[in-house]
């Protein structure tokens, strides 16, 4: 990196590059300039400083003979003390600002799950660290070597070519990346940094997708009537705005070893009519998620061929002949460009005004990896666009459920176990049955064959779920009906309904030893079964009750 002075204040020719699906990576002023960009502004939020993450502008000089650089604001009372600000730079920082990304991901409709995101990196790395053992180890920032999982750095972990997403089962402030080599911290640290953001407080924002999203980062902008999802571990600040609306859709459960905590996900959209609406949801946006909430004054709506959209853009599933897109805009003077990855390649694109602040936009078919930049004098957006990589899966798997009696089993939550606490199932194709108890995966069914298989000891708050390929969806679950139990019985009023009964006297029954070892929060209860046994005498309406507190401790 440069440290050249301009009008007081160093500039740069490295900075952290924001595209629109949140994706960061480290670019040259000189890349940025072949791709064909203008001047960016520092209020368009397209560059970071790679140390102090302030945003920086791009500032690309009229005489292409001189070159182009990232430089900072002027130093105020609120701006943080950067080395590249000024003076000389700190090497150690070259590669401070790549770090990775969070997602959240839907595990079963109801179910979400954390993921950290590393990205692709040189098949030769790859070769050199399964041989030379290089680890990378995923560490709370605040409790190092306590909280942390471990990753061996070889094909089966990491890509080449894509992105690989490791399952984050504890939530930090800040996460360390941890190598177990100086060497490997050397050149692994240049793709997947050292310290990835986290999640503050318990809340978080994400980007809005149908299996999940992109956490958002300190200081991005989010937009207003866009859908977005919301994670939070207590109630959402924003339950007392009338213009946001959110829905719970689903719950992540996170557990470790020394505890367990359940955040909900909403799905949320800020909704402000006018100024002053806007600007409390601002600055609510601002102190509870560090986040800035601006208008959204262009929309942009793929319309043909099919797509999927997905973190980094826009993937389509046919790569011949022009894309459309509807443009809805309220700003002025808006200007459409589109570049695809190669230096000083800019594509026409047509527009045609539809009336009402709408407009068809016309792109040529895909040939590589496609940027549209639409510039206001207001507004800047970029959309990465891209042909779909992965095969398309033409079939559904049909699972089938019934009980020992032949009887179909609808999928869905029930009150009542099944008949023999068993039921059977089997599928058209090859799938996983998983069998949850109390939150834990208790066992594995693999389905290979059109054989029925039986999953048998069901007991109350088990789960039955599917996994189809990455995908996981509820088949059934049991859940207690909602009424008091005897365990919730208070030990006093248990007792002395216990010690009132007079006979006729029996036999203490077998499993009355087990119950006596799962009472231990109710001691007066416990003493009296224990003269029971001593005895050898017990009364037979006591069995009622017993009986039923037995099959609630034990099953």
């Known amino acids: 990196m440069s440290n050249i002075a301009y009008k007081g ?34 209020t368009q939020r397209c560059f970071q400083c790679p140390e102090c993450r302030e945003y920086v502008a791009f500032v690309r000089p009229k005489d292409d003979n001189h070159e182009s650089f990232f430089r900072h604001g002027m130093m105020g009372v609120n701006n943080r003390e950067c080395s590249l600000r000024v003076g000389q730079i700190d090497s150690s920082n070259e590669y401070g600002g790549v770090d990775l990304s969070i997602y959240l991901r839907k595990a079963t409709s109801t179910d979400y799950e954390l993921y950290m995101g590393f990205d692709a990196i040189n098949t030769s790395l790859l070769t050199m660290g399964n041989e030379k053992g290089w680890q990378v180890a995923i560490s709370d920032a605040e ?23 490791k399952k984050l089962d504890f939530i930090s402030n800040n996460y360390l990346l941890i190598y177990n ?10 793709w997947w940094g050292s310290d990835v953001e986290g999640i503050k407080n318990g809340s978080a924002l994400f980007r809005y997708t149908a299996y999940g999203g992109q956490k958002f980062r300190k200081g991005d902008i989010i937009r207003t009537y866009t859908e977005y999802l919301y994670l939070d571990k207590d109630k959402t600040p924003f339950e007392y705005f009338s213009d946001v609306d959110y829905e719970l859709l689903g719950e992540l459960l996170i557990r470790d070893r020394f505890s367990q905590f359940t ?15 806007l600007e409390k949801l601002r600055e609510t946006c601002r102190s509870y998620l560090d986040l800035e909430l601006e208008p959204n004054l262009s929309t942009f709506t793929p319309i043909w061929p099919p797509c999927v959209r997905g973190d980094e853009g826009l993937s389509y599933l046919e790569e011949e002949g022009e894309m459309l897109f509807l443009l809805h805009s309220t700003a002025e003077d808006i200007d459409i460009i589109s570049r695809i990855d190669i230096a000083n390649f800019q594509e026409e694109v047509e527009k045609t005004d539809l009336g009402n602040d ?41 699972i089938s459920i019934w009980d020992s009696y032949k009887k179909p089993i609808a999928k869905g939550k029930f009150h009542s176990l099944p008949q023999d606490r068993t ?46 390929g990455f995908k996981r969806y509820l088949l059934v679950c049991y859940r207690r009906p909602e009424k008091l139990l005897a365990s919730d019985v208070d030990d006093s009023i248990l007792y002395e309904s216990l010690r009132n009964l007079r006979g006729p006297l029996i036999y203490p029954p077998i499993w009355l030893k087990e119950l006596l070892l799962l009472l ?16 050898n005498k017990y009364p037979m309406d006591a069995n009622i009750k017993l009986i039923k507190l037995y099959r609630e401790r034990v099953l």
């Open 520 to 535: 231990k929060d109710k001691p007066k209860t416990s003493a009296l079964i224990k003269n029971y046994l001593h005895s």
């Open 358 to 398: 709408n407009y068809l936009v016309s792109v040529p078919g895909i040939t590589d990896k496609k940027h549209i930049i639409i510039s206001t004098l207001q507004d800047f957006n970029h959309i990465t666009i891209a042909s779909y990589e992965y095969r398309i899966q033409g079939y559904r798997n049909t």
């Open 143 to 165: 409790n190092k070597h306590i909280r942390e999982t471990i990753y061996h750095v070889n094909s089966n972990n990491f890509s080449h070519n894509s992105r690989r997403f």
């Open 181 to 190: 080599k100086d060497e490997a911290k050397e050149e692994l640290r240049k």
């Open 423 to 468: 039921i059977w199932i089997t599928a058209k194709s090859k799938c996983n049955i998983l069998h949850f108890r109390k939150g834990r995966l208790y066992k594995r069914y693999k389905i290979r064959t059109l054989d029925d298989i039986a999953i048998d000891n069901i007991r109350f708050n088990d789960e039955i779920i599917a996994q189809d």
């Open 263 to 277: 955040y909900k996900i909403y799905k949320i959209e800020f909704r402000p009519e006018g100024e002053g609406a």
């Open 9 to 42: 204040v160093s500039t740069m020719n490295r900075a952290i590059y924001i595209d629109n699906a949140g994706q960061r990576r480290i670019v040259t002023a000189r890349e940025i300039k072949d791709l064909g960009y203008p001047s960016i502004r520092m």
